[in-house]
């Protein structure tokens, strides 16, 4: 009933920016935070940055400064705006989030924590 879906990765040069948008669909009651994860070829799933109910971020050491989560509650839409892009920034990226919804009106919420299907970013020259 509820479903997470990425999009904005792409091929961009070292340097570049790209914007990442993950977009929750489905019968929501409330969104109590989100997070990006980025997995790299061969490597582990690690968060790359949060963002709470009471709009508090943390990031990952490696792009604090460059990346920045942000939110449009009325769209159901978290952002991650990425800046100075280096190679060791490309992995498919995802968004999880932690959700209350509803299956019918009237019925007690039910809790989710969903995954999107992820999106590629590569940096390269």
């Known amino acids: 009933q509820v479903q997470l879906v990425e999009s904005g990765g792409g091929l961009v040069q070292p340097g570049g920016s790209l914007r990442l948008s993950c977009v929750a669909s489905g019968n929501i009651g409330s969104i109590v935070g989100v997070a990006w994860y980025r997995q790299a070829p061969g490597k582990e799933r690690n968060m790359v940055a949060n963002l709470t109910l009471t709009r508090s971020t943390n990031y990952a050491d490696s792009v604090k400064g460059r990346f920045t989560v942000s939110s449009d509650n009325a769209k159901n839409t978290v952002y991650l705006q990425m800046n100075n892009l280096k190679p060791e920034d490309t992995a498919v990226y995802y968004c999880?989030?932690?959700?209350?919804?509803?299956?019918?009106?009237?019925?007690?919420?039910?809790?989710?924590?969903?995954w999107g299907q992820g999106t590629l970013v590569t940096v390269s020259s």
């Open positions: 999880n989030a932690q959700i209350w919804y509803y299956t019918d009106p009237g019925k007690p919420y039910r809790y989710l924590e969903p």
